[in-house]
């Protein structure tokens, strides 16, 4: 199972790619979950309001395989503070030690 997080410029660029990843109203076996997450915000003022609103959209997935046709959306921020599918944790820091293995995060860890 591969974890990964993806950013499309906005929800309607999500809902296009979305299309591809169904087939008769299932997802494709491809894909073992999608979460939307949506626009982030990225800070709030002292009444909880957002003051700074990503425009972008953000969604994870669980993956059976790969999929080259997402690698474009792929993004990696820091394993901290960004959701996890329950149980999961480990997966998203092996995808980010991947692509990031001299982050602090990836040190001491064994990602194989």
Request: without cysteine; negative net charge; aromatic residues 10%.
């Given at each position: 199972m591969i974890f990964k997080k993806y950013e499309f410029d906005d929800r309607d660029d999500w809902e296009l790619v979305?299309?591809?990843?169904?087939?008769?109203?299932?997802?494709?076996e491809q894909i073992a979950a999608i979460h939307e997450i949506g626009q982030i915000c990225f800070d709030y003022n002292e009444e909880g309001e957002c003051t700074d609103l990503s425009t972008h959209y953000a969604v994870d997935m669980l993956l059976n395989e790969d999929m080259m046709s997402l690698n474009q959306y792929?993004?990696?921020?820091?394993?901290?503070?960004?959701?996890i599918f329950a149980g999961c944790a480990e997966l998203y820091l092996k995808t980010f030690c991947e692509v990031n293995p001299e982050s602090d995060y990836c040190k001491n860890e064994d990602i194989s």
């Open positions: 979305r299309d591809t990843l169904y087939k008769d109203g299932e997802l494709i792929e993004v990696y921020p820091n394993p901290d503070g960004v959701h």
